[in-house]
């Protein structure tokens, strides 16, 4: 699985937007980019994914660069809630279904 | 119901105890798996089971030993362990389990096992 470089920790104000950074120069053009989150306490749990185009949720939002060898997670406004871990994920359209863990991005957030 | 349940919660064990963990889904998915999680540090993959087949084992010491009895059902069979497997030890599922990249992965909340 091709690897992914994310800043080891942020920091954020409440209601503000959030940008989380992903670098994945070496992304093949059959890997899909995931994002995951963990809070304290709990499981992982999937936020958002996508292939080449910018995608929306009722969470977050994905923007991928044109060239496909970074990507970013958008949280439109952040709550003492968002609080967590978040790891960018790469997954082979070929995988087995494997999800393989980055060192993932600590994100605070202040009241 | 989109939730995956493992029990227990916490676990404490000696060295020569054999236990069990068990993870249980009711959303018809066709592929579970088992996770490690040391403290502060990523999830680590151990094992995938794809319709109630072993299909990925991550070079896992024996000492861990899974089963699936069926689709719903995983269980991680723990014998012998040592401290340093102290850990949070997490499941998971999805639907088909037959490589789609756009599959999403469903966590439990995990169990806190303290080997002593």
């Known amino acids: 699985d091709a690897k992914t470089t994310q800043p080891n920790s942020m920091e954020s104000n409440e209601e503000e937007p959030v940008h989380l950074p992903c670098n994945h120069s070496?992304?093949?053009?059959?890997?899909?980019i995931h994002w995951y989150r963990q809070l304290p306490s709990q499981g992982p749990e999937y936020v958002i994914h996508?292939?080449?185009s910018n995608v929306n949720n009722r969470m977050a939002s994905l923007a991928i660069a044109e060239d496909r060898k970074s990507s970013t997670l958008i949280l439109h406004r952040a709550t003492l809630r968002d609080a967590a871990v978040y790891y960018c994920?790469?997954?082979?359209?070929?995988?087995?279904?494997?999800?393989?863990f980055g060192k993932g991005t600590k994100l605070s957030v202040k009241p | 119901d989109t939730e995956v349940t493992q029990t227990p919660k916490h676990l404490v064990m000696g060295m020569t105890n054999k236990k069990s963990l068990k993870c249980e889904q009711h959303?018809?998915?066709?592929?579970m798996y088992w996770y490690k999680q040391k403290a502060k540090k990523p999830p680590e993959l151990m094992f995938v089971?794809?319709?109630?087949?072993?299909?990925i084992n991550e070079s896992v010491p024996s000492r861990f030993s899974p089963e699936c009895p069926n689709s719903s059902l995983l269980n991680l069979h723990l014998h012998a362990l040592q401290p340093e497997d102290s850990a949070l030890y997490l499941c998971?599922?999805?639907?088909?389990?037959?490589?789609?990249?756009?599959?999403?992965?469903?966590f439990g909340s995990g169990t806190q096992l303290s080997v002593l």
């Open positions: 998971a599922s999805s639907q088909a389990g037959t490589g789609g990249s756009d599959e999403k992965l469903f």
């Open positions: 070496t992304i093949s053009g059959t890997d899909y």
């Open positions: 996508g292939l080449t």
């Open positions: 994920i790469l997954r082979d359209r070929g995988s087995q279904g494997n999800l393989i």
């Open positions: 959303m018809g998915h066709r592929a």
């Open positions: 089971y794809s319709y109630e087949k072993l299909s």
